[in-house]
């Protein structure tokens, strides 16, 4: 038996035994149908899943980003991004989180990132940690480039930072644009 007669059996016998359901409960049996498929239609737009080791997430609730919204250190992003290094230079959405924003100073010591708050060299503002440090080689054993700029953060940029050591980030493209951010990614998982 093929997987459509299977689907068309399941579907006649169902169908047999809500025929003898009360009026009442077919009403509800139907509007919990919908509200099943309503929401389902709802799922893809408004949740990502991201498989890769480059953030700690996994699962995140993502709200559409419009021009004004604050964006702030430690939120996470969704980004249309493309790089040669990855997948041939195939636009591919990213979710990372944001290292550093506009007015904060970005410290690069020697491919070592931080981020502090201006006139405070003494407390990061990213929960007092280093941001990450740049590595020379890829895992396929390409020479990455190493992002140079250590000052103030211009406006309308960001830096963005995966939570992994081999994340693909600023470290090495450097800047980008918040104008770019497509989603605010809140993590569930």
Known sequence: MNYIEKIKNWWLSSREQIATWSRKKRIVFIFLLALVIAGGALIPSRFAVTLSPSVNHRIFFIAKYTAGDTVKSGDYVMILFSSPLIENGKPQKVIKRVGCVPGEVLLNNDGEFSCYLPGDDEKPSCDGTLLGKAKEFSLKGER????????????????????????YDSRYFGFVNVKDILYVAHPII
């Open 144 to 167: 990455l480039p190493v992002f140079s700029h250590s000052g103030v953060v211009p406006e309308g940029k960001m830096f963005l930072i995966g939570s992994h050591k081999d994340s």
